[in-house]
């Protein structure tokens, strides 16, 4: 790989050079409160660059005030991740190319070229015509200006306050420079380890990959199946027990009414339009055989795939209904709803273990 953006590559490598060389110190100058710093900062940063760059920005999953939008802007000052600008644009460029040749950081060239050589190898070829929202948002035109001086200048507003409550090598390395690395690895590996080792709930023909154990280091974005197969939802993760700090504070956040228009896609349509990708690619890999083995898969596929459908139609048939009845119609119409929601739960179980077995016997991706 040949070297493009040199200004990139001497900075990473310098910070990772001082991130080593410093621990020494950074061990002698350690406490409770320079671990708060970093953390604080760590959170700050990354949230801002999820919920402000990913999902407001890149993506448009919700809009929100001009106080809200400021608010990220200046706390992905922390992230050092280069503006919301040339962020978002690189990150549309992804999702419209994804796995190609045309993708920023494609895991088609390798783990290790998706989580960092990416940087030092891509040209951007700005395109203004994919991201016209963004250039019209004089917020986000006034940060990319003047990105570099703000950057620099905040984070040593940081490390100086810092340098009140601990020593100036513990305000330097947890403060700023573990804070950066930590923010900017975590971000790298949505791109790297999310399209390699996880599990593929939702899209199957997609690299991308839900990791849970990222989702806790991310605020969220390791929920990145679901992310690639709907991106404009403003959630990552969209089951209860899921991790996604994000998708919390964009809905606290239009409560207060800092943020609107939350973008997200009906459960029943989303398992409904899963279904019929993984039907496709199933039955698209079964017509190549022509065994009984085959012919018999097919037959569970269809099967199973109509169970789904049939529960599904009924349960969206139900739901609309019931915004119509009122007193003991009503109360039979919930319980009738709830009956088709776990069943329809059950089956979609059922249509995942399936899935699993079809990937494994036929040798489909994943």
């Known amino acids: 790989m040949k070297i493009k953006n040199w200004s990139i590559f001497v900075f990473v490598v310098l910070y990772h050079i001082l991130l080593i060389a410093l621990i020494p110190l950074a061990i002698s100058a350690f406490s409770w409160g320079a671990f708060f710093f970093f953390l604080v900062t760590y959170i700050i940063g990354g949230m801002s660059i999820t919920a402000g760059y990913h999902r407001l920005f890149a993506h448009k999953a919700y809009a929100a005030k001009p106080f809200y939008e400021w608010t990220v802007l200046i706390g992905s000052l922390f992230a050092f991740e280069m503006s919301a600008l040339k962020w978002s644009f690189d990150h549309r460029l992804h999702h419209n190319h994804v796995d190609t040749e045309k993708d920023p950081y494609s895991i088609d060239k390798g783990f290790w070229y998706a ?198 139609s009924v349960l969206s048939t139900k739901v609309r209904e019931l915004k119509s009845v009122q007193g003991i119609q009503k109360v039979n119409l919930e319980k009738e709803i709830k009956a088709l929601k776990s069943s329809l739960n059950n089956t979609w179980e059922d249509w995942i273990q399936l899935t699993h077995i079809a990937a494994k016997k036929f040798e489909l991706a994943h």
Not at 134 to 157: C, E, H, S, T, W
Not at 273 to 289: C, F, G, T
Request: hydrophobic share 45%; charged share 20%.
């Open 115 to 312: 989580h960092i050589l990416w940087l030092f190898d891509y040209e951007r070829k700005f395109d203004p015509k994919l991201v016209p929202d963004l250039l019209k948002n004089p917020r986000v035109m006034f940060q990319d200006k003047y990105y570099i001086p703000l950057a620099l200048g905040f984070n040593a507003l940081i490390v100086g306050l810092g340098c009140l409550f601990m020593s100036p090598i513990a305000s330097f390395y947890f403060g700023f420079l573990l804070r950066m690395a930590m923010v900017h690895h975590c971000t790298w590996f949505i791109n790297s380890l999310c399209h390699t080792i996880g599990a593929k709930t939702y899209a199957r023909e997609l690299s991308a990959v839900d990791n849970a154990a990222l989702a806790v280091l991310t605020f969220g974005e390791g929920y990145h199946n679901y992310h690639h197969a709907f991106a404009a939802d403003y959630r990552n993760g969209i089951r209860w027990y899921h991790f996604d700090p994000t998708k919390w504070i964009i809905w606290l956040s239009s409560k207060i009414g800092l943020t609107k228009n939350l973008r997200s896609v009906n459960s029943i349509i989303l398992l409904k339009s899963l279904v019929q990708k993984d039907r496709r690619l199933i039955l698209n890999r079964l017509s190549e055989e022509v065994d009984e083995i085959a012919s018999e898969w097919t037959q569970k596929v269809e099967t199973l795939s109509g169970q789904f459908d049939e529960i599904a």
